[in-house]
């Protein structure tokens, strides 16, 4: 028995494929979903999905937005997918850098809006890298 996964954007649908098991990045944790899953509506956060095929697993880095999950069919709906192996590890670890020391100084000055804005561009350059196996 498998799964059938969905990841969709407004532009786009970045994965439709029968898989074995998900891992979503829900508001709460990690969700695991196995065939027979009971039906399921989640938000979704900014990070990485994992979705396991017959034997390798393949990492997805999701921008936000929810999941259904039903009769063995998971519909990821997001604002923005990439599959990690469509990104470039040197420019995602750069990024990521990038954005951890963006994010130190927005949080020294003292200005909440810059911090937010800061906090969601660390959390998007994160899910990349970590899509692309940089970070675990």
């Known amino acids: 028995m498998s799964l059938t ?11 439709d494929e029968q898989v074995q098991e998900v891992i979503l990045p829900s ?30 697993w393949f990492s ?4 936000g937005g929810f999941a259904e999950i039903e009769k063995n069919e998971v519909k990821v709906l997001v604002n923005s997918a990439q ?7 040197e420019e995602a670890r750069k990024d990521y850098t990038a954005a951890q020391t963006a994010l130190d100084e927005a949080t020294k000055s003292g200005s909440r809006q810059r911090q937010i804005q ?4 660390y959390k998007k350059a994160r899910a990349k890298f970590q899509a692309t196996g940089g970070l675990i």
């Open 5 to 15: 996964v969905k990841v969709i954007t407004p532009d786009k649908i970045v994965w």
């Open 27 to 56: 508001n709460t944790g990690q969700l695991g979903v196995l065939p027979g899953h009971a039906p399921l509506l989640t938000v979704l956060d900014i990070g990485v999905m994992r979705v396991r095929g017959a034997k390798d």
């Open 60 to 63: 997805i880095a999701v921008m």
């Open 83 to 89: 599959l990690g192996s469509t990104l470039d590890k």
């Open 118 to 121: 800061a906090e969601k561009a």
